[in-house]
T-cell receptor, first 112, second 120 residues
Framework: DQQVKQNSPSLSVQEGRISILNCDYTNSMFDYFLWYKKYPAEGPTFLISISSIKDKNEDGRFTVFLNKSAKHLSLHIVPSQPGDSAVYFCAASDEISNQFYFGTGTSLTVIP | GAVVSQHPSRVICKSGTSVKIECRSLDFQATTMFWYRQFPKQSLMLMATSNEGSKATYEQGVEKDKFLINHASLTLSTLTVTSAHPEDSSFYIC????????????????FGQGTRLTVV
Protein backbone atom coordinates (compact mmCIF):
# COMPACT_ATOMS: atom_id res chain seq x y z
CA ASP A 1 0.00 0.00 0.00
CA GLN A 2 1.59 3.22 -1.19
CA GLN A 3 1.38 5.71 1.67
CA VAL A 4 3.08 8.47 -0.28
CA LYS A 5 2.00 9.12 -3.84
CA GLN A 6 3.26 11.24 -6.66
CA ASN A 7 0.67 10.98 -9.36
CA SER A 8 2.63 12.74 -12.08
CA PRO A 9 5.47 10.56 -13.33
CA SER A 10 6.89 13.35 -15.46
CA LEU A 11 6.79 17.11 -15.90
CA SER A 12 8.27 19.43 -18.52
CA VAL A 13 8.76 23.11 -17.85
CA GLN A 14 10.34 25.93 -19.78
CA GLU A 15 13.48 27.46 -18.31
CA GLY A 16 12.64 30.43 -16.13
CA ARG A 17 9.10 29.30 -15.41
CA ILE A 18 7.80 27.72 -12.22
CA SER A 19 7.92 23.97 -11.65
CA ILE A 20 5.31 22.55 -9.31
CA LEU A 21 5.69 18.99 -8.13
CA ASN A 22 2.89 17.43 -6.10
CA CYS A 23 2.76 14.74 -3.48
CA ASP A 24 -0.11 13.17 -1.52
CA TYR A 25 0.02 10.99 1.56
CA THR A 26 -2.45 8.85 3.43
CA ASN A 27 -0.99 8.38 6.90
CA SER A 28 -2.07 11.12 9.30
CA MET A 29 0.76 10.14 11.65
CA PHE A 30 3.36 11.54 9.29
CA ASP A 31 4.86 14.65 10.82
CA TYR A 32 7.90 15.38 8.71
CA PHE A 33 8.16 15.68 4.97
CA LEU A 34 11.11 15.92 2.66
CA TRP A 35 11.97 16.33 -0.96
CA TYR A 36 14.91 14.58 -2.57
CA LYS A 37 16.50 15.11 -5.94
CA LYS A 38 18.01 12.23 -7.81
CA TYR A 39 20.21 12.07 -10.87
CA PRO A 40 20.60 8.80 -12.80
CA ALA A 41 22.92 6.25 -11.18
CA GLU A 42 23.33 8.38 -8.06
CA GLY A 43 21.82 8.29 -4.61
CA PRO A 44 19.13 10.83 -3.79
CA THR A 45 20.24 14.11 -2.28
CA PHE A 46 18.26 16.04 0.26
CA LEU A 47 16.63 19.19 -1.05
CA ILE A 48 14.22 20.68 1.45
CA SER A 49 12.02 19.59 4.32
CA ILE A 50 9.03 20.75 6.30
CA SER A 51 7.67 19.86 9.70
CA SER A 52 3.95 19.36 10.21
CA ILE A 53 3.82 22.41 12.46
CA LYS A 54 4.50 24.60 9.44
CA ASP A 55 2.69 25.09 6.17
CA LYS A 56 5.53 26.62 4.19
CA ASN A 57 9.29 26.41 4.07
CA GLU A 58 11.44 28.33 1.66
CA ASP A 59 15.07 27.87 0.67
CA GLY A 60 16.27 29.96 -2.23
CA ARG A 61 14.46 28.90 -5.38
CA PHE A 62 12.76 26.01 -3.60
CA THR A 63 9.59 26.30 -1.55
CA VAL A 64 7.64 23.45 -0.03
CA PHE A 65 3.99 23.89 0.89
CA LEU A 66 2.12 21.58 3.24
CA ASN A 67 -1.65 21.26 3.44
CA LYS A 68 -2.31 18.91 6.33
CA SER A 69 -6.07 18.83 5.96
CA ALA A 70 -5.70 17.70 2.37
CA LYS A 71 -2.66 15.52 3.15
CA HIS A 72 -0.90 17.19 0.30
CA LEU A 73 2.45 18.82 -0.19
CA SER A 74 4.05 20.47 -3.14
CA LEU A 75 7.48 21.64 -4.18
CA HIS A 76 7.80 24.87 -6.13
CA ILE A 77 10.95 25.68 -8.05
CA VAL A 78 11.19 29.18 -9.41
CA PRO A 79 12.80 30.09 -11.66
CA SER A 80 13.42 26.63 -13.08
CA GLN A 81 16.84 25.94 -14.53
CA PRO A 82 18.06 23.18 -16.86
CA GLY A 83 20.22 21.83 -14.03
CA ASP A 84 17.05 21.14 -12.08
CA SER A 85 16.22 18.34 -14.51
CA ALA A 86 16.16 15.21 -12.35
CA VAL A 87 13.78 12.86 -10.61
CA TYR A 88 12.21 14.33 -7.49
CA PHE A 89 11.01 12.11 -4.68
CA CYS A 90 8.88 13.24 -1.81
CA ALA A 91 9.18 11.38 1.45
CA ALA A 92 7.34 11.29 4.72
CA SER A 93 8.33 10.19 8.16
CA ASP A 94 6.75 9.74 11.54
CA GLU A 95 8.40 10.08 14.92
CA ILE A 96 7.60 6.56 16.05
CA SER A 97 9.04 4.49 13.22
CA ASN A 98 11.74 6.90 12.09
CA GLN A 99 11.22 5.26 8.72
CA PHE A 100 11.02 7.16 5.48
CA TYR A 101 8.30 6.39 2.98
CA PHE A 102 8.94 7.53 -0.55
CA GLY A 103 6.70 8.48 -3.40
CA THR A 104 7.24 7.04 -6.84
CA GLY A 105 9.06 10.09 -8.11
CA THR A 106 8.42 12.76 -10.72
CA SER A 107 10.87 13.22 -13.55
CA LEU A 108 11.32 16.94 -14.16
CA THR A 109 12.70 18.19 -17.45
CA VAL A 110 13.52 21.87 -17.71
CA ILE A 111 13.70 22.90 -21.33
CA PRO A 112 16.29 25.58 -22.17
CA GLY B 1 26.60 17.69 6.35
CA ALA B 2 26.44 14.06 7.23
CA VAL B 3 27.97 11.65 4.76
CA VAL B 4 27.09 8.09 3.98
CA SER B 5 29.58 6.13 1.96
CA GLN B 6 28.52 3.11 -0.05
CA HIS B 7 30.96 0.71 -1.62
CA PRO B 8 31.39 -0.50 -4.29
CA SER B 9 29.68 1.90 -6.66
CA ARG B 10 29.61 -0.65 -9.42
CA VAL B 11 30.06 -4.42 -9.47
CA ILE B 12 29.72 -7.13 -12.07
CA CYS B 13 29.51 -10.70 -10.88
CA LYS B 14 28.83 -14.13 -12.28
CA SER B 15 25.53 -15.83 -11.71
CA GLY B 16 25.61 -17.97 -8.57
CA THR B 17 28.21 -15.92 -6.73
CA SER B 18 27.64 -13.62 -3.75
CA VAL B 19 28.24 -9.90 -3.58
CA LYS B 20 28.68 -7.76 -0.49
CA ILE B 21 27.78 -4.07 -0.43
CA GLU B 22 28.95 -1.85 2.42
CA CYS B 23 27.25 1.22 3.80
CA ARG B 24 29.09 3.44 6.24
CA SER B 25 28.03 6.57 8.06
CA LEU B 26 31.20 8.63 8.15
CA ASP B 27 30.54 11.34 10.70
CA PHE B 28 27.59 10.21 12.76
CA GLN B 29 26.27 7.14 14.48
CA ALA B 30 23.39 5.59 12.63
CA THR B 31 21.24 3.42 14.81
CA THR B 32 19.07 2.66 11.83
CA MET B 33 20.04 2.02 8.25
CA PHE B 34 17.79 1.27 5.34
CA TRP B 35 18.41 -0.66 2.16
CA TYR B 36 16.57 0.23 -1.01
CA ARG B 37 16.44 -1.16 -4.48
CA GLN B 38 15.55 0.87 -7.49
CA PHE B 39 14.27 -0.59 -10.72
CA PRO B 40 14.41 1.49 -13.88
CA LYS B 41 11.80 4.24 -13.92
CA GLN B 42 10.42 3.16 -10.59
CA SER B 43 10.55 4.43 -7.05
CA LEU B 44 12.98 3.45 -4.37
CA MET B 45 11.71 0.20 -2.96
CA LEU B 46 12.48 -0.36 0.69
CA MET B 47 13.98 -3.81 1.13
CA ALA B 48 14.80 -3.88 4.81
CA THR B 49 15.41 -1.83 7.90
CA SER B 50 18.62 -2.55 9.72
CA ASN B 51 19.08 -1.80 13.40
CA GLU B 52 22.46 -2.05 15.05
CA GLY B 53 22.87 -5.22 17.04
CA SER B 54 19.61 -6.82 16.03
CA LYS B 55 18.11 -8.69 13.13
CA ALA B 56 16.99 -6.71 10.15
CA THR B 57 13.32 -6.22 9.42
CA TYR B 58 12.50 -7.21 5.87
CA GLU B 59 9.67 -5.84 3.79
CA GLN B 60 7.10 -8.20 2.41
CA GLY B 61 8.29 -10.05 -0.63
CA VAL B 62 12.00 -9.61 0.10
CA GLU B 63 13.82 -12.89 0.69
CA LYS B 64 15.84 -12.56 3.87
CA ASP B 65 17.96 -15.60 3.04
CA LYS B 66 18.92 -14.11 -0.28
CA PHE B 67 19.57 -10.57 0.88
CA LEU B 68 21.60 -10.89 4.04
CA ILE B 69 21.90 -7.75 6.11
CA ASN B 70 24.35 -7.25 8.92
CA HIS B 71 24.51 -4.13 11.07
CA ALA B 72 27.46 -4.91 13.28
CA SER B 73 28.27 -1.40 14.41
CA LEU B 74 26.72 2.04 14.59
CA THR B 75 28.56 3.10 11.45
CA LEU B 76 28.45 0.05 9.22
CA SER B 77 25.74 -2.03 7.61
CA THR B 78 26.30 -4.59 4.88
CA LEU B 79 24.00 -6.14 2.32
CA THR B 80 25.07 -9.45 0.82
CA VAL B 81 23.27 -10.67 -2.27
CA THR B 82 23.72 -14.43 -2.12
CA SER B 83 23.66 -16.73 -5.13
CA ALA B 84 23.03 -13.79 -7.38
CA HIS B 85 20.98 -14.19 -10.53
CA PRO B 86 20.53 -11.86 -13.49
CA GLU B 87 17.16 -10.72 -12.14
CA ASP B 88 19.00 -9.36 -9.08
CA SER B 89 20.71 -6.85 -11.34
CA SER B 90 19.62 -3.49 -10.04
CA PHE B 91 20.65 -0.30 -8.33
CA TYR B 92 20.94 -0.72 -4.56
CA ILE B 93 21.00 2.28 -2.25
CA CYS B 94 21.50 2.51 1.48
CA UNK B 95 20.51 5.30 3.78
CA UNK B 96 21.12 6.15 7.39
CA UNK B 97 19.24 8.31 9.82
CA UNK B 98 20.43 10.17 12.83
CA UNK B 99 18.45 10.16 16.01
CA UNK B 100 15.75 12.76 15.51
CA UNK B 101 15.88 13.87 19.11
CA UNK B 102 13.36 15.98 20.94
CA UNK B 103 13.50 18.94 18.60
CA UNK B 104 13.36 16.80 15.47
CA UNK B 105 16.06 18.96 14.03
CA UNK B 106 17.97 17.90 10.97
CA UNK B 107 15.92 14.78 10.74
CA UNK B 108 16.66 13.46 7.33
CA UNK B 109 17.86 10.32 5.68
CA UNK B 110 21.34 10.50 4.25
CA PHE B 111 21.94 8.35 1.24
CA GLY B 112 24.89 6.50 -0.10
CA GLN B 113 25.84 6.97 -3.72
CA GLY B 114 24.33 3.63 -4.67
CA THR B 115 25.70 0.39 -6.10
CA ARG B 116 24.99 -0.75 -9.62
CA LEU B 117 24.94 -4.55 -9.55
CA THR B 118 25.08 -6.44 -12.80
CA VAL B 119 24.83 -10.23 -12.69
CA VAL B 120 25.98 -11.97 -15.85
Amino acid sequence: DQQVKQNSPSLSVQEGRISILNCDYTNSMFDYFLWYKKYPAEGPTFLISISSIKDKNEDGRFTVFLNKSAKHLSLHIVPSQPGDSAVYFCAASDEISNQFYFGTGTSLTVIP
Amino acid sequence: GAVVSQHPSRVICKSGTSVKIECRSLDFQATTMFWYRQFPKQSLMLMATSNEGSKATYEQGVEKDKFLINHASLTLSTLTVTSAHPEDSSFYICSATRDRGILKANAEAFFGQGTRLTVV
